[in-house]
């Protein structure tokens, strides 16, 4: 039987961010958008992150579908897969509990993706007529 070498307390700090995209700031003169969240600390190991349609987007004119997934610019899914933007969704989770990923440096954005139409002027003036979503980061940072 292995005896114990060593046990110590690391004092790791676990950080919980939540982000909030309100219909108001999807108003690109294009079908996409990126918005960016948050650049994550160098000793960052991801433990979750998941996606709450709080209030389905809505919109009386074209645009048919939303689709929302957070990663980065170099892999805009790498977080979580596309989610329906159109749907309450509860939980849209990527990563497993228990499990971990190296999410140091990230340059963590969320890109919505409409069908049919612009998600707005690029002006201000947004397509959508309501909705609300809320982006979730769960990670510990180790030095």
Known sequence: MASLLQSRALGVA???RTYVIDYTEL?????????SLTTLPAGAIG????IDVTTAFTDAGSISALGIEVGDSADPNALV????GF????RSQNIAAGSTEVWGGMAVEVKVTATGANLGDGAGTTSLDGGQVLINLLYMVID
């Open 47 to 50: 433990m979750a992150c998941w």
């Open 81 to 84: 897969s596309s989610v329906d």
């Open 27 to 35: 108003d690109a003169a294009s079908t996409t958008q990126s918005v």
């Open 14 to 16: 676990t950080v919980q």
């Open 87 to 90: 749907a309450v969704s509860g």
